[in-house]
């Protein structure tokens, strides 16, 4: 049976995912996404999940991090889940009396308009992760609440108050899978990479981006992250359709890396369907 680390604790939304992915294999939680993403390099887990991208609030900024700066790991497949939240309290509390709301950071932002409806006075807290909250709330004396999945509820013994508090129903998390090889050619492939240039120069990053476009390759996303070496320095992310085999990816990376003074492929996989994401309240 294979081992898939995933940023836990159980009850959250990437586990969710990771059962998703194969659902017979035996699942790992680990406190950090880059705990999680290390699992792989260290060769206790033969591939992990992490969160990457929200159609709500964007990117999952850690995972990029841990894409950027650590060795030995490739995304090798990518995972859609459609995400529902649901406030939820100790059973022996009631609504009227809670005094904060805990939640991931991002769980929060994604249900800022209930909250700021419904619980305008309490005060907001975040935590590790959806399912931490849930923890937190039932291990607490004071009248709590928290934000996570249904599945959280009924691991923790939680009562929901509220199901469906997301502020869009288009709410749908992207996560991908990372081990140490990417995935052999399908001829429907997504590549995702990262570049930075030595020197800040006019024109190098529209000489990067004419590549793409002089040879038909469809970009799907273009953002920035610190390189952590100075302020204005940056690298680039990017994902585009085709894979890192294909003759003319091939070409197009050799002449992108001839700008850059560093490229970094973060590998190869098949594209998913945004409209099958899977639905998990």
Do not use: W
């Not at 995972?79 to 009396?97: F, G, K, T, W």
């Not at 294909?246 to 098949?270: M, N, P, R, W």
């Amino acid at each position: 049976m294979s081992k898939i680390a995933y940023f836990g604790p159980a009850g959250t939304f990437t586990e969710q995912a990771a059962g998703v992915f194969d659902p017979s294999a035996q699942l790992v939680p680990y406190p950090t996404i880059r705990a999680t993403a290390e699992a792989v390099i260290a060769n206790e887990c033969s591939q992990a999940v992490l969160p990457i991208e929200n159609s709500l609030q964007g990117s999952v900024t850690d995972t990029l991090d841990a894409l950027i700066h650590l060795e030995g790991i490739q995304i090798c497949s990518e995972i859609a889940i459609a995400i529902v939240h649901n406030l939820m309290v100790r059973p022996d509390n009631e609504s009227a009396s809670i005094k904060q709301i805990y939640s991931h950071p991002q769980a929060l932002a994604q249900c800022r308009g209930y909250i700021e409806t419904h619980y305008s006075g309490v005060e907001i807290a975040a935590s590790l992760s959806t399912a931490a909250a849930v923890e937190m709330v039932m291990n607490s004396v004071e009248p709590l609440a928290a934000i996570a999945p249904e599945r959280s509820a009924r691991l923790y013994g939680a009562q929901i108050i509220a199901e469906g508090i997301q502020d869009s129903e288009n709410n749908v998390t992207r996560f991908v899978v990372v081990a140490k090889q990417d995935n052999p050619r399908t001829g429907r492939d997504k590549t995702s990479l990262c570049f930075t240039f030595s020197e800040d120069k006019p024109g190098q990053l529209m000489n990067v981006m004419a590549e793409f476009s002089e040879r038909n390759l469809n970009l799907n996303k273009i953002e920035s992250r610190p390189t952590r070496l100075g302020l204005g320095q940056y690298y680039f992310l990017i994902d585009f359709d085709g894979h890192r085999e294909d003759e003319e990816v091939k070409t197009a990376l050799a002449v992108i890396e001839s700008h850059c003074s560093q490229l970094k492929i973060f590998g190869s996989y098949e594209r998913m369907n945004i409209n099958d994401a899977s639905s998990f309240a």
